[in-house]
């Protein structure tokens, strides 16, 4: 079974950057995409950004139309580790962020029911 921790949310002032970090054990990377997902109190949890490994090593990003240009998704093979860059931050962006995991297969997913492993999730708020 596969298991993700997240870590690096915080607190931060609009317009500010944060880093955060998606552990994943129980497998390698090929195959499978780790995607960040966020969830606002109140509103659904909505689809962020996911890093996708094929099984030959070739590797695709996407991203929601709301972060694109703000945040980058990188992944780290060699310490099974997923990252979401955050700049430019705006309040909106204020939720609990989840990595969760699923199969690749050749097309991204984004729609979050349909992820079979999730982490814990981290808190991230911020001020204006």
């Known amino acids: 079974q596969v298991q993700l921790a997240e870590s690096g949310g915080g607190l931060v002032q609009a317009g500010g950057s944060l880093r955060l970090s998606c552990a994943v054990s129980?497998?390698?990377?090929?195959?499978?995409?780790v995607s960040w997902f966020r969830q606002a109190p109140g509103k659904e949890r909505e689809f962020v950004a996911a890093?996708?490994?094929?099984?030959?090593?070739?590797?695709?990003?996407n991203y929601a139309d709301s972060v694109k240009g703000r945040f980058t998704i990188s992944g780290d093979n060699a310490k099974n580790t997923v990252y979401l860059q955050m700049n430019s931050l705006k309040p909106e962006d204020t939720a609990v962020y989840y990595c969760?995991?699923?199969?690749?297969?050749?097309?991204?997913?984004?729609?979050?029911?349909?992820?079979?492993?999730w982490g814990q999730g981290t808190q991230v708020t911020v001020s204006s």
């Open positions: 969760a995991a699923r199969r690749f297969a050749g097309v991204v997913v984004t729609t979050a029911i349909r992820y079979d492993d």
């Open positions: 129980g497998r390698t990377f090929s195959g499978y995409t």
């Open positions: 890093f996708s490994w094929s099984i030959s090593s070739t590797y695709y990003t």
